[in-house]
């Protein structure tokens, strides 16, 4: 899942992973993402990418929700997030690593 509340990074995000097989779900706010992975009974989601910009963004609730996702936050000043804005390269290699 994608959770960013900019919609054209949502798109191409999504377009470049589907073209690599990934299952992708794109959300553009955070209570749209916390009713889906409450929802998700299953444990879908591998990996969880957040834009840490969202308004009322509330890191430490998802990994409440899902704490055997892999949880990942797009924006950051820290080396080991992926830093907008990325190259689909850097996403591919990003995504790759964690999953």
Not at 69 to 91: G, H, V
Request: charged share 35%; aromatic share 8%; glycine share 0%.
């Amino acid at each position: 899942m994608v959770v960013d509340d900019e919609i054209s990074v949502l798109e191409n995000i999504k377009s470049c992973l589907k073209k690599e097989d990934f299952e992708v779900i794109t959300v553009d706010n955070n209570r749209k993402a916390f009713e889906i992975m409450e929802n998700d009974k299953e444990n879908n989601f591998s990996l969880i990418l957040i834009d840490t910009r969202l308004p009322n963004s509330n890191i430490p609730a998802f990994f409440s929700i899902k704490p055997k996702s892999k949880i990942n936050i797009d924006t950051s000043t820290e080396d080991n997030f992926l830093k907008k804005p990325f190259t689909k390269d850097e996403l591919l290699d990003f995504i790759r690593r964690r999953i």
